[in-house]
């Protein structure tokens, strides 16, 4: 059986990766997990089923590699049954799979959602755990005891450390618990690299395209397929009751429309917590702001907002300038700021 480190060196040798002390630090916790979960049940009508493994809980700073890790351990499980989703993804199918369960007048929804998603897997990959739904935070600690009593195994990244998980949240003392419980299942390893990969293959590359036509859409494009190849699928987060979407995620990134993002009635907490999902945003076809346009306008700004406040880092495809985008109407003076904003997060090195 290949560890993990064998894995990771010959990539290493290949070229494909540079080495990283902290990132060869949480090598062998993926492989305890696999060497455990690899091990064969002992048979006999006495034997009693082997305790599973501790998960995982690796969190640590955008671009340290961590969803990179996960990946190339999920990738070598064998027949393990396992799942790799992102975590706002998991939490929409369990939302979507409680109502259905009610609708059998059901008293308690968890139990028998819990017990499907044990019944289909071992191993639970998830990327990016952060909780920013009040809705969430009431379901996610029963729900993981549950999975946790029927042995499934956790394995998750996170930007935050658990004690910050739903920071500052509504009622957020009745999620405490649950990341003590994250604390008892899963060891909890910081990966604390100096380096940010992701600004590394990002530096020196336009991240502001106009005028809006077929040469931008084609850097976009060129922007998104160097981050994120064929991959992405679309990331429904769940605000306050309502389904954000963004249409391509992956890792990380995501890439939206300016119509899918302003376009549509959202607001100031949905921009914090798409802001809060992303680490990187291509935003497409940004038009010529004005009169005719004045809520889009306004969402606009209240998005920049919430990017710069969280120091995503934007690449996106626009009409104008910033300067001269937003010409005519009410709104042209507080526009100044965004302009400002967009002129320094066009930086090399901003998100750093």
């Given at each position: 059986?290949?560890?993990?480190?064998?894995?990771?060196d010959?990539?290493?040798?290949?070229?494909?990766?540079?080495?990283?002390?902290?990132?060869?630090?949480v090598?062998?916790?993926?492989d305890?997990?696999?060497?455990?979960?690899?091990?064969?049940?002992?048979?006999?009508?006495?034997?009693k089923?082997?305790?599973?493994?501790?998960?995982?809980?690796?969190?640590?700073?955008?671009?340290?590699?961590?969803?990179?890790?996960?990946?190339?351990?999920?990738?070598?499980l064998?027949?393990?049954?396992?799942?790799?989703?992102?975590?706002?993804?998991f939490?929409?199918?369990?939302?979507a799979?409680?109502h259905?369960?009610r609708?059998?007048?059901?008293?308690?929804a968890?139990?028998?959602?819990?017990?499907?998603?044990?019944?289909?897997?071992?191993?639970?990959?998830?990327?990016?755990?952060q909780?920013?739904?009040?809705?969430?935070?009431?379901?996610?600690?029963?729900?993981?005891?549950?999975?946790?009593?029927?042995g499934?195994?956790?394995?998750?990244?996170?930007?935050r450390?658990?004690?910050?998980?739903?920071?500052?949240?509504l009622?957020?003392?009745?999620?405490?618990?649950?990341i003590?419980?994250?604390?008892?299942?899963?060891?909890?390893?910081?990966?604390?690299?100096?380096?940010?990969?992701?600004?590394?293959?990002?530096?020196?590359t336009?991240?502001?395209?106009?005028?809006?036509?077929?040469?931008a859409?084609?850097?976009?494009?060129?922007?998104?397929?160097?981050?994120a190849?064929?991959?992405?699928?679309?990331?429904?987060?769940?605000?306050?009751?309502?389904?954000v979407?963004i249409?391509r995620?992956?890792?990380?990134?995501?890439r939206?429309?300016?119509?899918?993002?302003?376009?549509?009635?959202?607001?100031?907490?949905?921009?914090?917590?798409?802001?809060?999902?992303?680490?990187?945003?291509?935003l497409?076809?940004?038009?010529?702001?004005?009169?005719?346009?004045?809520?889009e306008?306004?969402?606009?700004?209240?998005l920049?907002?919430?990017l710069y406040?969280?120091?995503?880092?934007?690449?996106c495809?626009?009409?104008?300038?910033?300067?001269?985008?937003?010409?005519?109407?009410?709104?042209?003076?507080?526009f100044?700021?965004?302009?400002?904003?967009?002129r320094?997060?066009?930086?090399?090195?901003?998100?750093?």
């Amino acid at each position: 059986m290949t560890s993990l480190r064998e894995t990771y060196d010959s990539l290493i040798a290949a070229g494909t990766l540079h080495a990283d002390p902290a990132q060869e630090s949480v090598l062998p916790e993926f492989d305890r997990i696999r060497a455990v979960l690899l091990t064969p049940a002992k048979k006999g009508l006495f034997r009693k089923a082997p305790e599973p493994p501790k998960g995982l809980y690796l969190w640590g700073g955008v671009g340290r590699g961590k969803s990179m890790l996960m990946d190339m351990f999920v990738e070598h499980l064998d027949d393990i049954p396992a799942r790799r989703v992102h975590f706002h993804a998991f939490m929409q199918e369990i939302h979507a799979a409680m109502h259905e369960a009610r609708k059998t007048g059901v008293d308690d929804a968890i139990a028998p959602v819990a017990a499907d998603v044990a019944a289909s897997v071992r191993l639970l990959a998830f990327d990016e755990m952060q909780i920013t739904d009040i809705t969430d935070a009431m379901i996610v600690g029963r729900l993981f005891q549950a999975l946790f009593a029927a042995g499934v195994v956790v394995v998750t990244t996170s930007n935050r450390l658990p004690d910050d998980l739903y920071k500052n949240g509504l009622n957020r003392d009745l999620f405490v618990p649950f990341i003590e419980l994250i604390k008892d299942k899963m060891v909890v390893h910081e990966l604390a690299s100096p380096k940010d990969y992701r600004q590394d293959r990002l530096a020196g590359t336009q991240v502001y395209f106009t005028p809006v036509n077929a040469d931008a859409r084609a850097a976009m494009d060129a922007v998104w397929n160097d981050l994120a190849g064929d991959a992405g699928a679309p990331l429904v987060l769940r605000v306050k009751g309502r389904d954000v979407e963004i249409p391509r995620y992956h890792n990380g990134m995501g890439r939206a429309r300016f119509h899918d993002l302003c376009g549509t009635p959202l607001g100031p907490a949905d921009y914090l917590a798409l802001a809060d999902a992303v680490r990187v945003l291509l935003l497409d076809g940004i038009p010529s702001l004005g009169r005719s346009n004045f809520n889009e306008a306004k969402r606009f700004v209240t998005l920049i907002d919430a990017l710069y406040e969280a120091r995503v880092r934007l690449i996106c495809s626009a009409a104008a300038q910033p300067e001269m985008l937003y010409l005519e109407g009410e709104g042209t003076f507080e526009f100044e700021r965004t302009a400002s904003r967009l002129r320094e997060m066009q930086a090399e090195g901003w998100g750093v």
